[in-house]
Nanobody
Framework: QVQLVESGGGLVQAGGSLRLSCVVS????????IGWYRQAPGKQRELVAV???????NYADSVRGRFTISRDNAKNTAYLQMNSLQVEDTAVYYC???????????????????WGQGTQVTVSS
């Protein structure tokens, strides 16, 4: 079973930066599509960034140009560098992984058997 452990969240002022990490076990990480999600209070979980096995990336419009997804296959770890943070970015952030053939559309469904505990990001004005 896939296990995901997110970390790196915290409280930051608007305009600041954070780097989130996600350690993945129980999966062949180097063959996985990775995705970062977030869920704000009272809202549905939304996909914010995806990286393919080949390193291709895609982002939600709300974060494009500010967030960068990356991976270290040797460490089974995914990262989300978040710059120019806005109050609207406040949420619990999660990662997940899918099969090599996955896509942004499929990742959007967030239909996964397991999730990590997430990491809270709070941006103050």
């Amino acid at each position: 079973q896939v296990q995901l452990v997110e970390s790196g969240g915290g409280l930051v002022q608007a305009g600041g930066s954070l780097r989130l990490s996600c350690v993945v076990s129980g999966s062949t990480f180097r063959l996985n599509v990775i995705g970062w999600y977030r869920q704000a209070p009272g809202k549905q979980r939304e996909l914010v960034a995806v990286m393919s096995v080949a390193g291709n990336t895609n982002y939600a419009d709300s974060v494009r140009g500010r967030f960068t997804i990356s991976r270290d296959n040797a460490k089974n770890t995914a990262y989300l560098q978040m710059n120019s943070l806005q109050v609207e970015d406040t949420a619990v952030y999660y990662c997940n992984v899918d099969v090599l053939s996955s896509s942004w559309e499929k990742m959007t469904t967030a239909d996964f058997r397991s999730w990590g505990q997430g990491t809270q990001v709070t941006v103050s004005s």
